[in-house]
């Protein structure tokens, strides 16, 4: 009896923090070039995002003297495609209605942010 629940135990335990990546809970993580995550939510859940950004990468180009003041934040749902793109220089809290229930999937470009979805 004891070795099951250990086991039960020992199974869920390392799932715990993982809500975000499995799609359906919410959404607390650092997101970079490459990374994204996913949300579920339900026809007219309002969606409160917060974005923090912690790194702006520069255009690689050395011929250009343009400086990146911003990283790009972008919010797409799984089956209708982009919903919102944002400039976000520091930090910001965004509100958006899902006009659609499914799987929303964030991402990060031009740089690093903290993303929160709840």
Known sequence: ???RA???LATLVPLAGCSSLL???PVD???GRGDTAEYSAD???VLSITVEVQEIFQPEDEETDLEREWVTFRLDHDEEGVVDTWM???SESIEITAE???TYVAMVSNGVA???IE
């Open 100 to 102: 659609n229930g499914g």
């Open 6 to 8: 250990f086991m039960r």
């Open 114 to 116: 903290d993303v929160t």
């Open 29 to 31: 993580t650092t997101l």
């Open 88 to 90: 976000i220089e520091e």
């Open 23 to 25: 799609g359906g809970g």
């Open 1 to 3: 009896m004891r070795r």
């Open 43 to 45: 026809e007219g859940e």
